[in-house]
């Protein structure tokens, strides 16, 4: 089973940019990183098929870049253009089955969690 490791986060402020970073052990059908903040449902942010596919929510849309490197064993989340609302506990999650783009930021369709990594926006 895939054991995803999350890194990267930390406290930046408003309109500054963070990079997170997911090492596995190997790279599944779909790679995904999604973000619980505090009272809030978990939310799904971006996924990666094995093949390339890449799904956005609206939300980070533009602002926020999913990939991995060449050797597939670093999954990425690059973050622009913060917001105080983008503050959250973020998780990598791995999926056996890519379901395609209108399921691919559904939590349940992955069955590998990290434990998290916390990304503070201050304005």
């Known amino acids: 089973q895939v054991q995803p490791g999350e890194s990267g986060g930390g406290s930046v402020r408003t309109g500054e940019s963070l990079t997170l970073s997911c090492a596995a052990s190997?790279?599944?059908?779909?790679m995904a990183w999604f973000r619980q903040a505090p009272g809030k449902e978990r939310e799904g942010v971006a996924a990666l098929a094995y093949y390339g596919s890449q799904m956005y929510a609206d939300s980070v849309r533009g602002r926020f870049f999913i990939s991995r490197d060449a050797a597939k064993t670093t999954l990425y989340l690059r973050m622009t253009n913060l917001k105080p609302e983008d503050t959250a506990m973020y998780y990598c999650?791995?999926?056996?089955?890519?379901?395609?783009?209108?399921?691919?930021?559904?939590?349940?369709?992955?069955?590998?969690w990290g434990q998290g990594t916390q990304v503070t926006v201050s304005s």
């Open positions: 190997e790279f599944t059908d779909a």
């Open positions: 999650a791995a999926g056996d089955v890519w379901y395609g783009l209108g399921d691919a930021l559904r939590s349940p369709l992955y069955n590998s």
